[in-house]
Every structure is written in C-alpha cells, then in structure tokens.
C-alpha cells in the first residue's frame, strides 16, 4: 500500500480500466448501477466527493455506498469509520484492475470503472454505461417485523458470485479533530457499518430467509444487497432497502 498523497488522485485521470461488458438481453437499464466510495475523513481531497455521494444516494438507480479506508489514520484523525476490510476490498479492486495504487476519493462503478471520486462527470459517465450494459440477475430483497428475506433468480453467471449484504447509515455529521481537516464539520452519506459474506452464487435459484434481530441489522439505516463475481469482480445484480432507523 502507497503512502496517500493527494497529487497521486490528480494524476489517476483514467476512467475505465476494464471495458465494459455486453449487454444482457431482456434486462432493463432500470438496474441499479453500484457506486462505491473509498474515502476518508483524514483526507482534504475527500468532502467534495463525499458531497457528490450524497446526491447520487437520492437516485433510484443508484446503489451508493461510503467505505471509509483506514491508511490515513496516521497522519493525526483515527476515521470512526474506517475499516481495515474495505481498505483491503479497493487494494484488491486496484489488483484485479492492474492499477498502480490505491487512493482517496475513488470511486468504482459495478466494479468495473474507476475514477477520481470527486469528478462528477466521469462519475456520471461510468453510471450511464452500467445501466447500459444491464445485468445478468436481478435480486430481491425483503424486510419485514416478521423477518427478512433475499430472493436470486436463476441465472447463468460466468463464475461463482460472492453475494455480499452491506449494512449503512444514511449519515453522519462529524468534526474532524486533527488531521487535513482538522476544525471541518464533515458529512458523510449511506456510509457502510458492515460488509458481510451472505452466500456463493452458483446460478441455481436461491432463497435465504434471515432474523434481522439476530443479525443486529435494526439498527441500520438501509442495506444494499450486491450479486458480484469472484470477491471483486463486476457486479452481476444489486438491490436496495431501508429497514431501520440509524445513523447520527
């Protein structure tokens, strides 16, 4: 892992690093596209992208999701959100895409994209080829006082997919104590708790039902549910659901 400097995101200006894939007959561009943006509230580059983030939180065929990294605690700010997976989650993205480093903001687009967090064009961009391209399975997901359930159709996926459920907050407000933004009030959207490793994904139907109870999942704001091939490869389906009161 590079040390995080700023001028390293000013001179990652490519966009795509994978070419996207053809489209899915019969799938409708409605599928949501899966935005995701490591950032950090130790980096001053990242508020702008973190604003960005909250907008494309507002879409419906958006899939937004905050992963706070944990490579910029040393410089004086410990990011209350920061986790060691999702640090390890962009460096494997960054592997499987050949880059040459990992960095803040990034964000990724059904884990085929990539581009600078904050360039809302670009962003927009890699959005408008992922309802392009469609996807293979469309998921369901279901929240209820009695419990919940995940719903994947059959399918033909090229590979075993990791089913993923990212458990977030809708937001936070901090102030930055120390650090790049020190004395900054910091807004961060759907900002990801947890991410758990729900199922493989064969292409064979499959039901799950769950007790959102035992699973401590009421005391989230939302959950995204993302069908992904291999651990982090592109994006086969995703679905999305407020289920609970959190945040603060």
């Not at 400097?5 to 489209?23: E, F, K, M, Q, Y």
């Amino acid at each position: 892992m590079r040390t995080p400097i700023r001028a390293l995101a000013a001179a990652w200006l490519v966009l795509a690093l994978a070419p996207p894939l053809p489209a899915v007959a019969g799938q409708g561009v409605d599928d949501p596209a899966v935005v995701e943006l490591f950032t950090s509230q130790g980096c001053a580059s990242c508020p702008p992208a973190d604003e960005l983030l909250a907008e494309l939180a507002k879409r419906a065929d958006v899939v937004a999701l905050s992963l706070h990294v944990d490579y910029w605690n040393y410089i004086g700010w410990t990011d209350p959100f920061a986790k060691k997976q999702f640090t390890e989650r962009q460096q494997a993205y960054m592997r499987r895409m050949h880059g040459r480093f990992i960095y803040t903001p990034q964000i990724i687009v059904d884990g085929l994209w990539q581009t600078v967090g904050s360039r809302a064009e670009s962003v927009t961009e890699a959005i408008e080829r992922a309802r392009m391209r469609g996807k293979p399975v469309t998921p369901h997901m279901s929240w209820g006082p009695d419990g919940a359930k995940v719903i994947i159709p059959a399918g033909d996926p090229p590979g075993p997919a990791t089913v993923w459920m990212a458990f977030y907050d809708d937001k936070h407000v901090t102030t930055v104590q120390h650090g790049e933004n020190a004395g900054d009030t910091l807004a961060n959207y759907n900002v990801v708790r947890e991410l758990r490793r729900l199922a493989t994904w064969n292409g064979k139907r499959m039901e799950i039902d769950l007790d959102p109870q035992a699973m401590g999942a009421n005391s989230f704001d939302g959950c995204a549910l993302l069908v992904q091939l291999g651990d982090t490869g592109p994006i086969l389906g995703a679905a999305n659901v407020e289920i609970g009161p959190g945040g603060g």
